[in-house]
């Protein structure tokens, strides 16, 4: 494991309310101005050793992991509103929390985008690359990192997608399954199968850096872009962060499937108001959204192994764009089960939250991990990330079922870090 040395460039794709929140606390926490309350990686301890040698550690205590002072920011958006302009904008943190750190905010100003309006037609920013084709987005995107790694002197980048989410790019046998396809068609410009955030990530791994897809999209969770992170030696993770009602969703099911009892109905809605909420009130992005947000339940209520209890039960979730909310997200679950000899109960549960408040620390722990996996020697597909995030990365094409269990999940990740530090991996409960 090489050491966390020097400055680590995290470079995020988006600079919205996700990005400016996470960027903020960061700035505030190093000051002693905010706690980064939720992430794993300043705050959870995990067992080493058993019986008794076992002691907690935080994650630093086990893995060497980059300090927030040594973290420099860079953005790309479709906006040219630097991070300080941004973060008032989104509304979702009180201005003295911001004006702490409001110059180094400012100084962070965005890169051009690589972007294609027919992948989020409600944007109409114009601080946007002038690409002939999707090849010479990935070059100048290259170019804008390798110009801030010399320009920061950062050590090592992380490139984070916190950016909108696109419109549905189904899998493509011709063009997403072998890197020399994916390479052609970026070069033939076929701009219907290359979505840009592809181009991020190619340009990412090419230039060394781990990537990590925050929104729903298509984007790694291809085999050319498996293939393109163990060429380069890389971590990749995705899909979509964890955040509010898929959280809950992860850790309650859990609950039904451990007493066995039956589901016959769960319905999820939420109302939102931010541009992310205006982005997928677009039916083609939402449809990227349904996709992740629907995989959740199968894997943990399995009909095919619980046949009496989990055939045909009803999933439903949607999003209505409710701009007086903003990004004070409210979701309602009606979830349907049934007991003894089908006997039918309600569970209800209504999470009044604060979407970027959620995603934050999952951005902090997301980034600071995959710095982590990367100096580990670890390539690929991240799984034990999978704890951050509602759609996990998986070999479809070996037809390997995600891990969407939040328990199991946890399991993954603190034995990752166990291995990473040179501990033995286990299965023992705390
Ligand atoms: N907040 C959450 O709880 C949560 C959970 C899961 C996923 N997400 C995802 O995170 C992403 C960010 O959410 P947000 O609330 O910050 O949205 P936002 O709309 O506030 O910010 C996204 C920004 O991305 C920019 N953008 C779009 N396409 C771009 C491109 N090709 N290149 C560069 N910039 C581009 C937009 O201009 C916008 O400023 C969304 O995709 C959202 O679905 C958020």
Request: with cysteine; proline share 5%; glycine share 6%.
């Amino acid at each position: 494991m090489k050491p966390a040395e020097g400055k680590l460039g995290v470079m995020c794709v988006g600079l919205g309310a996700v990005t400016t929140t996470f960027m903020t606390g960061v700035l505030m926490a190093r000051k002693g101005l905010a706690k980064p309350v939720g992430s794993m990686t300043q705050y959870d301890k995990i067992r080493v050793g058993c019986g008794k040698d076992k002691k907690y550690l935080r994650y630093n205590e086990i893995v060497p992991i980059a300090e927030l002072k040594d973290i420099v920011f860079a953005a790309w958006d479709v906006y040219p509103a630097n991070a300080y302009e941004s973060a008032i904008n989104a509304e979702v943190l009180k201005e003295k929390d911001i004006e702490p750190v409001a110059d180094e905010l400012r100084e962070i100003v965005p890169m051009k985008a690589a972007f294609d309006k027919n992948y989020a037609a409600r944007l109409d920013g114009d601080n946007v690359k002038d690409c002939k084709t999707r090849w010479e987005m990935v070059e100048a995107l290259r170019e804008d990192i390798r110009r801030f790694k010399a320009e920061s002197g950062a050590d090592r980048i992380v490139v984070l997608w916190a950016a909108s989410t696109e419109v549905y790019v189904p899998v493509s046998e011709e063009v997403h399954y072998h890197l020399a396809d994916l390479e052609a068609a970026m070069k033939a410009d076929d701009r219907a199968n290359i979505a840009p955030s592809m181009c991020y990530a190619y340009a990412a791994l090419s230039e060394g850096a781990p990537f990590i897809m925050g929104a729903p999209n298509t984007t790694v969770d291809i085999p050319a872009m498996w293939e393109l992170a163990e060429k380069t030696k890389m971590p990749i993770a995705g899909k979509d962060f964890k955040t509010g009602q898929t959280l809950v969703k992860s850790g309650f099911a859990p609950i039904i499937g451990t007493r066995c009892l039956g589901l016959s109905g769960w319905f999820s809605t939420n109302i939102l108001g931010n541009r992310d909420g205006l982005v997928l009130d677009e039916p083609a992005n939402f449809r990227t959204k349904e996709v992740s947000k629907l995989s959740t339940l199968e894997s943990i209520l399995v009909p095919e192994q619980q046949p009496d209890l989990y055939t045909d039960y009803f999933h439903k979730v949607r999003i209505n764009y409710y701009p007086p909310r903003n990004d004070n997200k409210e979701g309602w679950d009606n979830i349907d089960i049934f007991g003894w000899m089908g006997y039918p109960m309600q569970i209800k549960i209504n999470f009044l939250c604060r979407d970027s408040i959620l995603a934050a620390p999952l951005c902090l722990d997301l980034v600071l991990l995959s710095d982590v996996a990367a100096r580990a020697g670890r390539y690929g597909t991240q799984r034990f990330l999978s704890f951050f995030l509602k759609s996990p990365m998986h070999d479809y094409t070996e037809d390997e079922v995600p891990v969407n269990h939040l328990f199991q999940q946890y399991v993954m990740l603190k034995n990752a870090i166990r291995e990473m530090g040179g501990y033995e991996a286990d299965e023992e409960i705390d």
